[in-house]
């Protein structure tokens, strides 16, 4: 295994030009999420293996040459964002979208990986999997497992790596179990009597209510679930009224619910119900809610991240085996069903001068694409010293628990 890594990642530095030179033309020109085939054809053909399967309308499922037994996909998303670039380097984004999550990053990595595997050969094969709309709902990930060609092409494991501002450069975190937060999304219509504001005791103020609201939520994640597994509600828009002195007869709030753990999840969503109607009663008003389920729990395969822990390693990495984040990824519908999946985060560089993802001066230093490869890299090796039994073709295809 020893040889096979370095001869690997010898080759990942000779692809590294061209997949840095890939990189800067992604990120010029971004795709929103449901609008990447552009971005796919040129990575695909970056790739140099074929066209593959389309998946879940925008994306591809690329198989490359390998040896026999179970498949790894590797795994990079497509999307951008909705973020006017602000970073004013030469290859910036030519639109009004941006790759503000280091998706670039991601998918010049994966080319990296897939043209040297076939250079050098590997002893399982590889899907690259080149993922559409990671950033919206409904994810592109749950299209492709319900889609049954993760099944069809035999993967046993998926492999993903996500550049981590608040991950020192050089550190890669591999850790065990729970990594990303399930999410779900909900929307509060708090309806009362509205009128003048000069007479509040002839009205119910649905705004008066929906503030209170906003304030009790927070004893959701403060009381009401285990704070060692912990919880987060944040309310992240409010809308209501059209006037200083006229209180209007509704207002609503929008925000989001996430958990650790499914039966949290589950807790949450019944408390949620309980805070929102109660303080509607206690205003005189009544309310609406409405819970829109996003992504399940990312629990990485203990098996693959410890596996992996050990390559990175190796390559010089400080590993990071406790890393957790209250963000989500719809990544997590490869794990721990018809499949198992593995999720890395690679360290940018000092978390107080880094930017945050998503933010318009986010911009990773090409070095991140190597950092990257080499993180695919020990999760395919992880893949093949922990090899799991195939699902049936019947378990493949079966919706994942809390999807």
């Given at each position: 295994?020893?040889?096979?890594?370095?001869?690997?990642?010898?080759?990942?530095?000779?692809?590294?030009?061209?997949?840095?030179?890939?990189?800067?033309?992604?990120?010029?020109?971004?795709?929103?999420?449901?609008?990447?085939?552009?971005?796919?054809?040129?990575?695909?053909?970056?790739?140099?293996?074929?066209?593959?399967?389309?998946?879940?309308?925008?994306?591809?499922?690329?198989?490359?040459?390998?040896?026999?037994?179970?498949?790894?996909?590797?795994?990079?998303?497509?999307?951008?964002?909705?973020?006017?670039?602000?970073?004013?380097?030469?290859?910036?984004?030519?639109?009004?979208?941006?790759?503000?999550?280091?998706?670039?990053?991601?998918?010049?990595?994966?080319?990296?990986?897939?043209?040297?595997?076939?250079?050098?050969?590997?002893?399982?094969?590889?899907?690259?999997?080149?993922?559409?709309?990671?950033?919206?709902?409904?994810?592109?990930?749950?299209?492709?497992?319900?889609?049954?060609?993760?099944?069809?092409?035999?993967?046993?494991?998926?492999?993903?790596?996500?550049?981590?501002?608040?991950?020192?450069?050089?550190v890669v975190a591999a850790v065990p179990g729970p990594v990303n937060a399930?999410?779900?999304?909900?929307?509060?219509?708090?309806?009362?009597?509205?009128?003048?504001?000069?007479?509040?005791?002839?009205?119910?103020?649905?705004?008066?209510?929906?503030?209170?609201?906003?304030?009790?939520?927070?004893?959701?994640?403060?009381?009401?679930?285990?704070?060692?597994?912990?919880?987060?509600?944040?309310?992240?828009?409010?809308?209501?009224?059209?006037?200083?002195?006229?209180?209007?007869?509704?207002?609503?709030?929008?925000?989001?619910?996430?958990?650790?753990?499914?039966?949290?999840?589950?807790?949450?969503?019944?408390?949620?119900?309980?805070?929102?109607?109660?303080?509607?009663?206690?205003?005189?008003?009544?309310?609406?809610?409405?819970?829109?389920?996003?992504?399940?729990?990312?629990?990485?395969?203990?098996?693959?991240?410890?596996?992996?822990?050990r390559w990175l390693r190796h390559a010089g990495f400080?590993?990071?085996?406790?890393?957790?984040?209250?963000?989500?990824?719809?990544?997590?519908?490869?794990?721990?069903?018809?499949?198992?999946?593995?999720?890395?985060?690679?360290?940018?560089?000092?978390?107080?001068?880094?930017?945050?993802?998503?933010?318009?001066?986010?911009?990773?230093?090409?070095?991140?694409?190597?950092?990257?490869?080499?993180?695919?890299?020990?999760?395919?090796?992880?893949?093949?010293?922990?090899?799991?039994?195939?699902?049936?073709?019947?378990?493949?295809?079966?919706?994942?628990?809390?999807?």
């Open positions: 295994m020893n040889d096979l890594w370095d001869r690997w990642t010898r080759a990942i530095d000779e692809e590294l030009p061209a997949a840095i030179e890939l990189r800067h033309a992604v990120h010029a020109d971004p795709r929103g999420s449901g609008d990447e085939e552009d971005t796919a054809r040129l990575v695909a053909e970056a790739l140099g293996a074929g066209d593959g399967t389309r998946v879940a309308k925008t994306g591809r499922a690329i198989p490359l040459p390998g040896g026999d037994g179970p498949v790894v996909a590797l795994r990079a998303e497509l999307d951008a964002l909705p973020v006017l670039e602000g970073t004013g380097v030469p290859w910036a984004s030519g639109n009004e979208l941006m790759h503000a999550c280091g998706h670039d990053v991601h998918l010049a990595a994966l080319v990296a990986v897939g043209r040297a595997a076939v250079r050098v050969g590997v002893p399982r094969p590889i899907l690259a999997l080149l993922q559409p709309r990671e950033e919206t709902s409904p994810p592109g990930a749950l299209d492709i497992v319900e889609s049954g060609v993760l099944a069809e092409a035999g993967v046993d494991a998926v492999i993903g790596a996500h550049v981590q501002p608040r991950l020192a450069h050089g399930s999410t779900d999304e909900f929307e509060v219509t708090m309806r009362g009597q509205g009128g003048h504001a000069g007479y509040p005791h002839l009205l119910r103020d649905p705004i008066l209510a929906l503030s209170q609201l906003v304030v009790s939520l927070q004893q959701l994640a403060s009381r009401r679930i285990d704070p060692v597994h912990g919880a987060v509600c944040s309310v992240g828009r409010i809308q209501g009224g059209a006037a200083a002195n006229v209180v209007p007869n509704s207002a609503s709030a929008f925000g989001s619910l996430r958990l650790m753990r499914q039966i949290d999840r589950e807790r949450a969503q019944e408390v949620l119900a309980e805070i929102v109607h109660g303080t509607a009663k206690a205003h005189g008003c009544t309310a609406e809610l409405e819970i829109s389920p996003c992504e399940p729990v990312l629990d990485n395969d203990a098996a693959l991240a410890t596996g992996a822990q400080v590993v990071d085996d406790e890393f957790r984040s209250f963000g989500a990824d719809d990544f997590a519908h490869y794990c721990g069903g018809a499949t198992r999946g593995l999720m890395l985060f690679v360290g940018l560089g000092d978390t107080a001068g880094v930017p945050s993802l998503h933010d318009d001066q986010f911009l990773p230093r090409d070095q991140a694409v190597v950092q990257v490869a080499h993180a695919l890299v020990a999760g395919y090796l992880a893949a093949l010293e922990a090899p799991a039994a195939l699902p049936t073709r019947r378990e493949a295809g079966r919706p994942r628990s809390g999807a």
